[in-house]
């Protein structure tokens, strides 16, 4: 007996890497290989000022945003990042102006150590080691590496070095993965937390593995999203075949990663599929999946149209639809106007609510906690119908939607203090109603 399986859309509203499996792996998407890409193999991608992305090619520097559709834009050379010999991944702290980046203290060197510079703006300067504290101190400190100490050291064997690096918590700590004779083997992720010496001067902790997460095979280009998940690609069983993407997740205030879960049949394929890169608009990976140019090819989401058989017989039943809910933080602090940039996403859900045909929906409206609770009842109110007369304006019908404003109830993160966690509570949220 056939079944028309209607796709249910559960967009998670935790975090930011809910978001990104949650609207790419429903699937309303398949991914494309990108128009930009060529028969040259596209490096390791990083996210970069001002919400563009950086890929390398060969030893040029690209940068890009995304088009409405997701494919790349226009590509923008960097010639301050060729400058720095970026080995994999960089990690660029917008706020500080910062860049952690991984290449070889020297020609012909066989282990990578980790580097620091500083953004002035169409160049970086004061490049150096960072200052990481070493492990299982010795006797004897080894001078000239980035690890002074411990069995961290270049001078160890085994010890091949640093590889694409990560921010997180806002600039205060740093994923990566490492060769290190420590490991559990091959690629391990680590990360290292921003503190400071006995003089006050700003260094970070030594390699902390994150032993959850780590196996006796390949873990590598972990990407941190709003601190509460961690996607990184492996080799490990039971994939599906070649490197595959998993995802782990976490509470906000806990260190403790859940065991990961493969990321399965949307981004992940029989060939080797790797590194995320993500921003407000969309995400991205690199694939050397049939269907490309060349090994190692960007992907991209494009969004996928349904052909759903009508010739269904009397006996062919219809799951209906087990779930709607499209987490929108379009507000800044006491607006009720959307941002222009996420106009792509009021597309996404529109396109989504018609897959939902004979069924109404509810736009529920909220604040954080900042104000009083007139006020902001008022407030939420007004973004529950600012996004209710948008979707109308897109051509849904009025009579199948309606607006209600909860102010600062049901906090997504209660008792928020910082603007992060505000921003989360500052809200719109699209649920199915079964009338």
Known sequence: MK??????LALLCCSQAFALEGRYGTGFYEFASSEKNTKSQEQPMSLYK???LVFFRNDTAYMFYPQKNRDLDSLIVCPELMALKIEGTFAYDEANKKIYFVKKSNEGAAGTQMYEAVDEGEKFSSVKLMNIQGVMAEKNQIKGSTLAMGRYNFSHPGAKGFHNPSLAERGKK???SGEFKAGKGGRDIYYIEKTKDEKGEEMWTRPTPVDTLNTEFVEDYPLVVGDTALIFTSNRPGGKGGMDLYSSHKRRNESFWNEAINMGDVFNSSANDYNVAYNRRSMYFISDRAGGKKAGD????EHYNFICDRELSMDNTIEEPKGFNWVLFFFDYNKSD?????????????????EYPGFSFQVTGYTDSRGSEDYNKKLSQKRADYIRQMLINKGLNPNKVKSVGKGMADPVVPDATTEEEHEQNRRVEIKLLND
Do not use: N
């Open 3 to 8: 079944k028309l399986i209607v796709a249910s």
């Open 174 to 176: 740093i994923y990566f």
């Open 50 to 52: 001002k919400g563009s």
């Open 338 to 354: 959307m941002k222009p940039e996420y106009e792509v996403q009021m597309d996404e859900l529109y396109a989504a609510m018609q």
């Open 298 to 301: 960007i992907y991209y989401p």
